[in-house]
C-alpha cells in the first residue's frame, strides 16, 4: 500500500509526476533519433558595429523535427544536457557552421566576417575536443581565426585549469573565443585575464531593462569597463531597440546583435540577405 512505498515511492506513482517523467524519456530518445538523422542544424544571427556594417554572425541550433517543425534550444536543450547528448549536437553545429564559413571567406560580403559557435560544458570537457575541432577546421578548410567558441563563465567553474589549458591550445590555431551571458555568473579581473579571451557578450537581461533600469546600466558600465581594461570586445545582445542601441553606444559599447537589427536565419537567407545589403549599400553610394 501507498504508506509502506514511503514518500520517494508515492511521488514517483503520482501520475503527473510519471507523466513528465515519460515525457521527458521521449524526447530524449527523440533527440537520439534526431541526431542519427542530423535534423540539428543552426540558424545565423548578425552581428553589427556602430556604422552598421556586419562585423559576423553567431550560430544558434535547430531542431528541423520531422513532425514538430523547426524547435529551438528552449524545447530540447535541458533534457539534451542531462541525457548527456549535447557534445553531439554541438558536434554537428560546429561542422555546419565551418563548412559554411569555409563557402563564404571568398565572397566579397563576407569578408571581414567572423562565426561565433556556441560550445556546452559537456564539449569543452570531452577528452576528444581537441583533436575532434582541429579534425573540423581540417575536413572543411576553414580558416580557424574566422572561428569565435562562446563559452559561459558557469562551465568554467568545473575545471578551470584544464578549460584554460584547452582554450590556449586552440587560441595557437587562432580561434577566438568570447564569454557569453556575461554578468550572470562569478567573474573576477583575476581569473578573466589568464584566459585567451578575444570578447564578452552582454547578457540580454541587462539589455532589455534599458533604458529605465539604472542599476543594468552601471552593470553594463562596469562590463564594457572591464572589456576595456582587458582589452576584449564588447558586444550587447538581445538588443531590441534604438533606444538601447544608443545608450549602449553612449557607454562605450560598439557592437551589437538583437532583433532590432537583424534576427537569426537560415544559413541561405543570411547569403541572400547580405548579398542585398551589399547592393543597397552601393545603391546608396551612387
Ligand atoms: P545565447 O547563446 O545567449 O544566444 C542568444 C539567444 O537570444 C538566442 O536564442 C537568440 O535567438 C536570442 N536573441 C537574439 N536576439 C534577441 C533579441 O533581440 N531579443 C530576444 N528576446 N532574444 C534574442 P536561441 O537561439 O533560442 O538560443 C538560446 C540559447 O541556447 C543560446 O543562448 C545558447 O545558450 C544555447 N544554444 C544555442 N545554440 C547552441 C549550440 O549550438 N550549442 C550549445 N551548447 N548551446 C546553444
Ligand atoms: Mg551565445
Ligand atoms: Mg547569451
Ligand atoms: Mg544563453
Not at 159 to 184: C, E, N, S, W
Request: proline share 5%; with cysteine.
Amino acid at each position: 500500500d501507498a504508506k509502506s512505498g514511503g514518500k520517494g515511492k508515492l511521488r514517483f506513482f503520482d501520475p503527473q509526476m510519471q507523466e513528465v517523467v515519460s515525457q521527458r524519456l521521449r524526447l530524449q530518445e527523440d533527440l537520439v533519433r534526431g541526431i542519427d538523422a542530423e535534423e540539428f542544424v543552426p540558424y545565423f544571427q548578425p552581428q553589427f558595429d556602430y556604422h552598421g556594417n556586419i562585423i559576423g554572425a553567431e550560430a544558434l541550433v535547430r531542431w528541423y523535427h520531422p513532425k514538430r517543425g523547426v524547435l529551438a534550444p528552449g524545447a530540447f536543450i535541458d533534457v539534451a544536457d542531462e541525457a548527456g547528448l549535447m557534445n553531439c549536437i554541438d558536434r554537428m553545429v560546429l561542422q555546419y557552421a565551418c563548412r559554411k564559413m569555409a563557402e563564404w571567406a571568398d565572397i566579397p560580403a563576407f569578408s571581414s566576417f567572423t562565426l561565433s559557435v556556441n560550445i556546452s560544458a559537456a564539449r569543452l570537457y570531452q577528452p576528444e575536443f581537441i583533436t575532434d575541432v582541429l579534425n573540423i577546421f581540417e575536413q572543411t578548410g576553414v580558416d580557424p581565426a574566422r572561428i569565435k567558441l562562446e563559452i559561459t563563465e558557469s562551465m568554467l567553474l568545473n575545471d578551470m585549469p584544464m578549460a584554460i589549458q584547452r582554450m590556449q591550445t586552440l587560441k595557437q590555431y587562432g580561434v577566438r573565443f568570447a564569454i557569453d551571458d556575461f554578468g550572470t555568473g562569478y567573474s573576477s579581473l583575476l581569473y578573466l585575464q589568464q584566459l585567451p579571451l578575444d570578447q564578452l557578450k552582454i547578457d540580454q537581461s541587462f539589455v532589455r531593462a534599458l533604458p529605465d533600469d539604472d542599476n543594468s546600466l552601471n552593470i553594463i558600465k562596469a562590463i564594457v569597463a572591464m572589456a576595456h581594461s582587458l582589452r576584449l570586445e564588447v558586444i550587447a545582445e538581445g538588443v531590441e531597440t534604438e533606444a538601447q542601441r544608443q545608450l549602449l553606444h553612449l557607454h562605450g559599447c560598439q557592437h551589437y546583435q538583437g532583433y532590432l537589427l537583424a534576427r537569426p536565419k537560415p544559413a541561405e537567407q543570411l547569403e541572400a540577405w547580405l548579398e542585398q545589403q551589399l547592393f543597397s549599400d552601393q545603391l546608396s553610394t551612387l
